[in-house]
């Protein structure tokens, strides 16, 4: 058994999986395996996907986000949840980016999470087309992004490769062979400047406390910081983890978590204001948090994939199998079903 004490998050050097011996690729797989079953979260250096690629994608986001609302408006995301794709805003009309008066203020207390997103999926997923802006609007947004989805694509498949050897599955192909038609999400967050009072006073966060869904995560964040993860695992307690320029941040999701018959954990995360003096910019007396700016890459199973407990994740002693198998498909919708209940 692996101790729940708190732990930080490790650096894994995935260079010595993508180009390593197979001994590499295998001590490689293992570090990725513990770090999973201990904080459910890992970041990975020289994970492949080239420094100037993110940066390009972070400078495509903001100039998404500095446009009109209306223009964003635009590619609007869908009510309801069933087709995730396109803008979101931030529910109200316009908010001001420096002056916080009272209504102000009383307006982003009322927000739940105060952010703006734009989601886009793989090209070939019809059940979820994407919606994009008028191309003149914003012109070489969408081919970075189709670009950019495939850079990220490439490396969940790596991930998955090495999440097979650490468990010694007869085919290392095989999650990897379950997330053939990628349908993946990737989302373009923006978090605008606030109060730091009214996150660090009223406990409110830019991004409440949640685990993802899918099978796995990939997080590139700015410098701003403000994550943290629960550690020990429901512990409530929360740890900070602050970018590391190079890396990304990879994590658990709830079906992966299941898959794993919970030797990987889907760990509860938040973003919150950062550390004071960190990121912030004092106007009129007031602390205003810098925006922050991420990209959450989510990846999931193909829907007829059969979810029941891998090979080395039970035995048939003290650890049997603890969820009934279900698909991807099903498992979708009975979280669906529990959110709308
Ligand atoms: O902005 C972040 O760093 C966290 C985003 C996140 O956890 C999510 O979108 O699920
Ligand atoms: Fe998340």
Redesign the pocket.
């Known amino acids: 058994m692996v101790q729940l004490t708190q732990q930080k998050v490790p650096v894994v050097d995935f260079g010595q999986f993508l180009n390593g011996s197979r001994e590499e690729k295998q001590k490689i797989a293992s570090k990725i395996d513990v770090a999973f079953r201990k904080v459910g979260f890992v970041y990975l250096s020289n994970h492949g996907v080239p420094q100037e690629r993110v940066d390009e994608c972070f400078e495509w986001s903001k100039k998404f986000f500095d446009l009109p609302t209306e223009t964003k408006n635009l590619a609007p995301h869908p009510p309801g949840g069933a087709h995730h794709r396109g803008y979101s805003g931030l529910g109200v009309e316009k908010v001001s980016q420096n002056i916080f008066d009272e209504a102000e203020l009383n307006k982003l207390r009322s927000i739940p999470d105060y952010k703006e997103s734009f989601e886009s999926g793989n090209v070939n997923d019809e059940s979820q087309p994407n919606i994009w802006l008028p191309e003149d609007v914003l012109h070489g947004f969408r081919r970075y992004m189709e670009s950019f989805f495939k850079d990220c694509e490439g490396l969940v498949h790596e991930i998955l490769k090495a999440l097979a050897i650490s468990l010694e599955l007869d085919d290392e192909e095989q999650l990897s062979g379950t997330h053939k038609q990628s349908l993946f999400q990737l989302r373009l967050l923006h978090y605008p400047p606030v109060p730091a009072s009214l996150l660090r006073r009223e406990e409110k966060s830019r991004?409440s406390a949640?685990?993802?869904f899918g099978t796995l995560?990939l997080?590139f964040q700015d410098p701003t910081g403000g994550l943290e993860v629960e550690s020990p695992p429901t512990s409530q307690n929360f740890i900070p983890v602050p970018p590391i320029p190079g890396t990304v941040l990879v994590?658990i999701g709830d079906l992966m978590e299941r898959w794993s018959n919970g030797r990987w954990r889907s760990t509860v995360?938040r973003v919150v204001a950062p550390p004071a003096d960190a990121s912030k910019s004092v106007e009129e007396g007031e602390e205003i948090l810098k925006p922050r700016y991420s990209i959450?890459f989510f990846a999931t199973a193909d829907p007829e994939t059969v979810i029941e407990a891998l090979k080395g994740t039970w035995d048939g002693e003290g650890n049997p199998k603890k969820f009934e198998k279900i698909t991807a498909w099903g498992y979708v919708q009975m979280r669906m079903a529990a959110l709308y209940s």
């Open positions: 991004i949640h685990s993802d995560t997080l994590n995360h959450p």
